[in-house]
C-alpha cells in the first residue's frame, strides 16, 4: 500500500474497521425511500456514527454539505432494475473523476460467476491499476452471484473475496453467509478487511445480530445500504450499527443505546 492509500483509508474508516452506508441505489432503483433527500440521510447517518458514504459521481455535490467531515466514495459501476440485466453492470465513472469530484476512495461490483463476470475482472483489474497511480483505495463490491450459484454459500463468497484480493483492491464487500461459523472461512479467504452487504431491509434486531455475526467472525464491518438508509430513523439504526462494530456492543446493548425497540 502506498501512503495515500494508508491515510485515505483512515478516512473512510475507524481503526481498521468500517460502517460504511451505500447510496447509490438511485441509479439502479430510482429515487426511492431514504434517497429523495438525501441530503438528509446523509446527515443522519453521519451523525449516527457512520465513517462513510458512497455515491454515484453526480450526486458528490449534494454529499459534501452534509457528511459532517465523513468519507466519500464514489461508485464506478451500475445497472438498473427496469433494464435488459440488472447484473449487467457498466461503469459509470473513472478514478480521475472520483477524484475530482472529492472522493476518497472509489468502489467497483462485480458479479462473480455471472455471465458479466469476464468483462467485470477485465474491469476492475484496470480501476485498481488506475487507482494505485493516485493513491486512492478501491472497494471491491464482489458477490457470488450467477447460474447455479448460491449466494450465501461460504465457500463461492470465500473465492469472491479472494479474487477481489488476487485483482488489488483493498478492502472487499460482499455477502454474508448466515451466520458467524461460517462467515468465519470467508475472512479466512483473504488478507483484505471483509465487510458485508446488508440486502434488503430485515427488523432491526436481524440488522444488528448479522453485524454482530460478521465481527464475531473477525470481520471489519459493513457497507449496508437500504437496511440504513430507508430505516425510519436512519441516525438510530446508523448508530446501532456502529456500537457494534466500532465499540464491540452486544446486540441488546446496541439497540437499547440507539434507543430502538428490542424486538423478540
Known sequence: MT????????????DGSYVIVPMDHGITMGAVTGLKDIEATIDG????GADAVL???????????????????????????????EED??????????IRVG??????HINVGSDHEPDQISQLSEVTERAQRFGIPVLAMAYARG????????????????LAEELGADIVKTGYS??????????????????IAGGSKGTDRETIEMVRG????????????????????????????????HDDLSTEEALAEAGLALEA
Open 89 to 98: 453492470k457498466r461503469m459509470t465513472g473513472t478514478v480521475e473523476e472520483a
Open 214 to 245: 460478521v465481527m464475531d467472525a473477525g470481520g471489519a464491518g459493513i457497507s449496508m445500504g437500504r437496511s440504513i438508509f430507508q430505516h425510519e430513523d436512519p441516525e438510530a439504526i446508523a448508530r446501532a450499527v456502529a456500537g457494534v462494530v
Open 147 to 162: 447460474p447455479g450459484v448460491d449466494s450465501a454459500d461460504p465457500e463461492a463468497l470465500g473465492h469472491a473475496v479472494r
Open 55 to 85: 455515491t454515484q459521481k453526480g450526486i458528490a455535490p449534494r454529499v459534501h454539505d452534509n457528511k459532517n467531515g465523513k468519507g466519500y466514495i464514489v461508485h464506478l459501476n451500475g445497472s438498473t432494475t427496469i433494464g435488459p440485466d
Open 3 to 14: 501512503t495515500g492509500i494508508d491515510a485515505r483509508l483512515e478516512r473512510i474508516g475507524t
Open 45 to 48: 447517518v453521519t451523525t449516527g
Open 178 to 195: 448466515g451466520d458467524a461459523e461460517s462467515f468465519q472461512h470467508v475472512v479466512e479467504s483473504t488478507r483484505l478487511p471483509v465487510v
Open 103 to 108: 472522493a476518497d476512495a472509489v468502489s467497483f
